[in-house]
């Protein structure tokens, strides 16, 4: 699993910061997540390839976070890309894309499927037989959802040593590597258990950004491998976080804590600041495995 | 008159090359000429107050030339922007913004003030004591204005030496600077022109793109110190400008020497190329004095 912050910065895009978007590579699948004002350079800068891209998923209508969406349609346009493109938003998304491509007279020659959201419950959007998307609803000034990431497991491992002593015939590896008991030649009732190993554990991603301190989306991202957890403030602003709905990094480190997750990334940093090490300081003193995302930085997990 | 080119290249922002934008210097007005995803960012890096930006045109609505225009509407209110902001655009652009607002439920706190555009012929759209603007109507795809920005004169020089000699009274300066005759102290009628000296020449400047090779502007943009032609297209890709409704280096040049203006300035550049050179080439052919636009470039005129 592997996770590219193209953007992390709150509010406006400068010379030296980008809003909001990223790349997570989750099982041959490149979802991309918001899409900032700016994002289609960054994607080229970082040379992921625009036809690996089929999913988008958009957090909130807010501009730090999908200003750069109708370029990057319209790009793939230009590009003449046939394959289809799926969005996940919130309701609204599709009605703005349709009035500014009607205005340029220009249409998607690819089929361009937004998936609309508007549930204030955890939704299952997306699933194949290697991953599942699901929303995380969460409290900003707009509608907004995070997202969980979910491999699917992997099929069980043939203990082979074990299977050739069981007698098992061929014919069964497949039921096997699915969880079935099976009978061998000889007519016995073999256990799965004994004859095959646990596939390797299956990871987890959480993009909860923008959302104030809400304890509502632990049971979801509950043993997450990965949160990122936006942190707009430090510690000293965090009277800021009422009225905005934005967390601190202590804020997120403790959503961290009580969900039980492996790693917390913190971004969204407000423009305000210099320099993001208090972030990290801040949010330590609850939790102590943290991550700050920087544009432009990958992470392998 | 000094025109900063912050981007000039068609089509998709890359991460050398910019879509279109341009800021224009005319008598203390700081207008925004188009404006393509990433011109914040541009006028950042070019530290061009946001507070002096009062106007932008926008010529039409494909997205190279204003898919930045809502980020910019709202790193303005982010800034707490006080100043009014007047939109020349073409009918449309007002839905876009104005739904994108909603949607974020994000209204400026600065009089936004649309100004749509849905005429074919020539308009007076901007005028106060010291600069108007015209429309350019052009032939693109969509509806499309280019826009003529002239200054109007300076009042006229006193020739001091002829105003003591004709024995004027000082209360009469006023008038003729003005270009009014006035009578002397010794009730003598003195012409105006035997004690004034005409004003420096006005300067204009035509900004046409995008657009066909269409010879109805020439009226328009006749004698202008400088135009700002298109030219996405070499020679050898002529036959692309009919569908497409672009023109090539050498139409813009012919343009510019049949309306018999001083510079012609080439860009919108097709990505296609590498290196401009030849655009200045195939164009000199035609028109002796050609500048190639370039992300970045300022001129003064």
Chains 1, 2 share one sequence.
């Not at 080229?44 to 036809?51: A, E, G, L």
């Not at 907004?144 to 203990?159: A, C, Q, S, W």
């Not at 632990?218 to 997450?224: E, G, N, R, V």
Request: with cysteine; net charge neutral.
């Amino acid at each position: 699993m592997k996770l590219t912050i193209l953007g992390c910065h709150s509010a406006t895009p400068r010379t030296n910061t980008n809003p909001t978007s990223q790349v997570l590579e989750i099982k041959n699948h490149m979802f991309l997540i918001d899409c900032g004002e700016g994002t289609q350079v960054e994607l080229r800068r970082h040379k992921i390839k625009f036809s690996r891209i089929k999913h988008i998923f958009v957090s909130h209508l807010h501009g730090d976070h999908y200003f750069g969406l109708v370029g990057l349609i319209s790009t793939f346009r230009l590009l003449t890309r046939e394959t289809e493109l799926h969005i996940y938003a919130p309701k609204g998304l599709k009605e703005v894309i349709t009035l500014q491509m009607k205005l340029s007279d220009s249409w998607t020659n690819y089929p361009l499927i937004f998936h609309e959201l508007d549930s204030k419950k955890s939704e299952l959007i997306f699933e194949d037989d290697k991953v599942e998307v699901h929303t995380v609803p969460l409290d900003h000034r707009v509608y907004t959802n995070g997202f969980l990431f979910k491999e699917k497991p992997d099929e069980r491992k043939l203990d082979m040593k074990a299977v050739l002593k069981a007698n098992i015939n061929m014919a069964y590896f497949r039921k096997l590597k699915q969880g079935a008991d099976v009978v061998n030649d000889d007519g016995e009732l073999i256990k799965n258990e004994t004859v095959t190993l646990d596939p390797r554990p299956t990871k987890s991603y959480a993009y909860c950004s923008d959302t104030k301190y809400s304890e509502e989306i632990i049971p979801i991202i509950k043993k997450a491998d990965v949160l990122y957890h936006e942190s707009t403030f430090l510690n000293k602003n965090e009277d800021l976080c009422e009225v905005t709905k934005h967390s601190t990094a202590k804020q997120a480190a403790t959503i961290a804590k009580k969900a039980s997750v492996k790693t917390l990334v913190l971004g969204h940093y407000s423009t305000r600041y210099n320099g993001y090490g208090l972030f990290k300081k801040e949010a330590q003193e609850v939790f102590e495995n943290v991550l700050l995302a920087k544009d432009g930085v990958s992470f392998e997990f």
